[in-house]
Structure formats: C-alpha cells, structure tokens
C-alpha cells in the first residue's frame, strides 16, 4: 500500500496545491489570513498524524525535526502567509496562483544570471507544464 501511495503522492499534491488558492479566496472574507492558516494546518496535522501512525512513519531526530520546523515556519508562514493575506486585500487568487507559479522558472532565470548557473534540459522539462498552461 505505501509504495502505491508513494507513487501517487506526487499527482496528488499537484491536484491539491492549487486548491489553496481557491480555499484562501474563500475563506479571506470571513477570516484573519494567519488564523486561516492555523486553522488549516490544524486540520492537515489531524489527518496525517493518524496516517503515519498507522504507516508506521520513521520519526524525525530534535536535529531533523528543527530543520522541519524552520523550513516549514519560512514555507508556510512567510510564503503561504504573505500569498493570503495579498489576496485578504484584493488580490485575484488567480493572479496570485500565477505570480507563485512564476516563481520556480524566475529563480532559475535569476540563479543562471546572477550565479551563473546552467539552465538544464531537466530545468526546461519541468517548465514545460507551466509553458503549456500559459500557451
């Protein structure tokens, strides 16, 4: 069962991210963006907690599990915060949705000329799903 799940965690989270969007848009009206975000990772936290215990997860070390915390505090707090509350004040969750996924393509384009980096073939497959949609 975990390998079928493995295999379909990447499909699913691409069907699932754009929902947030859409979900922020919905709940701007009736609450403060943070709280929403509380609220939200609440509820994902009493899901897959019960989940990887009944998959019997390997649970992180302190070290890890600060990691975690500190990546997770700058994704979702400063990422996901400073995304709802833009559209808590007016921002189209659409354009919203557009500008985030502009966002792995410019740091590229960024990184190959401020850091000199090489654009790979692998670099232009992954664009391609967002090429494609914009076409």
Known sequence: MSKTLAQMAPALFVFLWPTGFI???????????????????????????????????????????????????????????GVFWAIDHGIPAGLAALIMGLQPVLTAFFAAAILKEAITRNHIWGFMPLVLSLA
């Open 23 to 81: 979900g922020a848009r919905m709940g701007a009206p009736d609450s403060e963006p943070m709280t929403f975000l509380a609220i939200r990772f609440a509820l994902v936290l009493a899901l897959l907690l019960p989940i990887a215990w009944l998959m019997k997860a390997k649970w992180p070390t302190i070290q890890q599990a600060i990691h975690a915390f500190i990546a997770g505090l700058l994704l979702h707090g400063a990422y996901l915060g």
